[in-house]
């Protein structure tokens, strides 16, 4: 589906369901800010690398504002709600300082759950990294995105899961980074029991 949006080109990018923070200063993404929450609208963030404009972004709804400062600031924490693919981009949308652009929103439903093996390296990963486990974290419907919300992705990392094709590349993709992270979380303990024992 085709869509305008305005947009916060940032070098931040966000899964469905993932959450984070940002710090707005800008007068131009002050008055986005400001027009998105008079017209409860969403806004996109396309993301940047290098000052380089991908064409993959999420699409972003603020649930909170966090604080306000004395100079007109504010810090809001958003949550992604879809992905896009950027069709056409402008500097500003029409009289407004911001930029916006003609996007088509992206299928992110998976219903289809991740395997026992990703479960299981999954599990490693969350107990040698003494994360605080949630029921979502390890339900037996957790899919590729969902288990993408939970590793530590880089934006890169996760445009590739967005681009997989199917279920089974997503999945490799995941499984890869776990059993990087897993083996790194190894040598560290190794190391330390070393240092531990000189």
């Known amino acids: 589906m085709q869509t305008e949006l305005p947009l ?6 966000l899964l469905p ?4 923070q940002i710090h707005i200063f800008e007068s131009r993404y002050k008055q986005l800010l400001a027009d998105c929450e008079r017209n409860h609208a969403s806004f996109g963030i396309p993301f940047i690398l290098n000052n380089v404009l991908s064409e ?3 699409v972003v709804k603020v649930i909170d504002e966090l604080a306000s400062h004395p100079d007109g600031s504010s810090d809001i924490e958003i949550q992604c709600t879809d992905i896009f693919k950027i069709k056409s981009y402008y500097q500003q949308m ?9 996007v088509i929103l992206l299928e992110t439903e998976s219903s289809q759950p991740v395997s026992e093996n990703l479960m299981s390296e999954l599990g490693k990963f969350l107990q040698k990294s003494n994360q605080e486990l ?3 974290m390890l339900s037996i419907d957790l899919d590729a995105y969902g288990a993408g919300r939970i590793i530590p992705l880089n934006g890169l990392e996760k445009i590739k899961l967005v681009k997989a094709k199917n279920p089974q590349t997503k999945e490799k993709i995941l499984l890869n980074k776990l059993k990087i992270l897993n083996q790194l979380q190894k040598q560290y303990k190794s190391v330390e029991r070393n240092i531990f024992l000189n």
């Open 17 to 20: 369901g993932e959450k984070s």
């Open 56 to 58: 993959y972004g999420s």
């Open 94 to 102: 029409g009289e407004k300082l911001y930029p916006g652009g003609n």
């Open 8 to 13: 916060f080109p940032l070098s931040v990018f």
């Open 134 to 136: 949630t029921p979502d």
